[in-house]
């Protein structure tokens, strides 16, 4: 019932969570810039991570609706707090000292806090679904995995365009913007013929290399 969901949100644009590094060395002010943002990034990917894995517990076809409901609030709440905590730690640090780095900097922080508002909407119409019935339940489900795809798929581009250059390389260094293992393993839930699951990994996100090779 939650193997949509869970799907989706391993296909959701997470910031930094697996850049690929490079050999050479940055010029230092851009890596005292990706030292400054990775320092407070890593607590909240960290509670991206944990979400994700708690939601991934949930998608056992038997699993109780009044449950399904209570840990998808819970995630898609924290989702929403550690999204708006990036976009703050990208909007403390200043521009990043590249070209176009503070119109970089302010489309990334539109985007962080505009993910953040909507896993919050998500959140509210988690809460909103009726549980006492289980077919409505996961009709209302199936809606939210959709509007969880179309998150996962738009409004990435200044993200993509922050962790790319200079500063995707200084990034990668950092070991606070390296991939968080979630703290919880998901559960191995059944899974019928006719919807097979696809939930990925936790630990795994989608990948947003810097385009500038080394």
Do not use: H, R
Request: hydrophobic share 35%; glycine share 6%.
């Amino acid at each position: 019932m939650n193997k949509k969901l869970a799907a989706a949100l391993s296909g959701g644009a997470v910031l930094v969570l697996t850049l690929s590094g490079c050999s050479d060395d940055s010029d230092n002010k851009v890596n005292d810039w990706a030292e400054k943002v990775c320092d407070q990034v890593q607590p909240q990917l960290q509670k991206i991570a944990n979400a994700n894995a708690s939601i991934q517990q949930q998608t056992a076809d038997n699993s109780k609706p009044a449950d399904v409901q209570e840990t998808d609030s819970a995630a898609f709440q924290q989702i929403a707090q550690a999204y708006k905590a990036l976009g703050s730690a990208v909007e403390s640090a200043g521009p990043p000292p590249v070209d176009n780095g503070e119109t970089t900097q302010k489309e990334a922080v539109k985007e962080l806090n505009a993910s953040s508002a909507a896993y919050a909407k998500l959140q509210k119409k988690v809460d909103a679904l009726e549980t006492k019935d289980q077919a409505k339940f996961a009709d209302g489900l199936k809606g939210i995995a959709d509007e969880l795809n179309k998150i996962s798929t738009n409004g990435d581009q200044a993200l993509k365009k922050l962790q790319s250059g200079e500063v995707g390389t200084a990034m990668a260094k950092q070991e606070g913007c390296q991939k968080p293992t979630a703290s919880a393993s998901p559960s191995a839930g059944s899974s019928d013929d006719s919807e097979p699951s696809k939930e990925a990994s936790p630990s795994v996100s989608p990948s947003v290399s810097p385009s500038k090779k080394a």
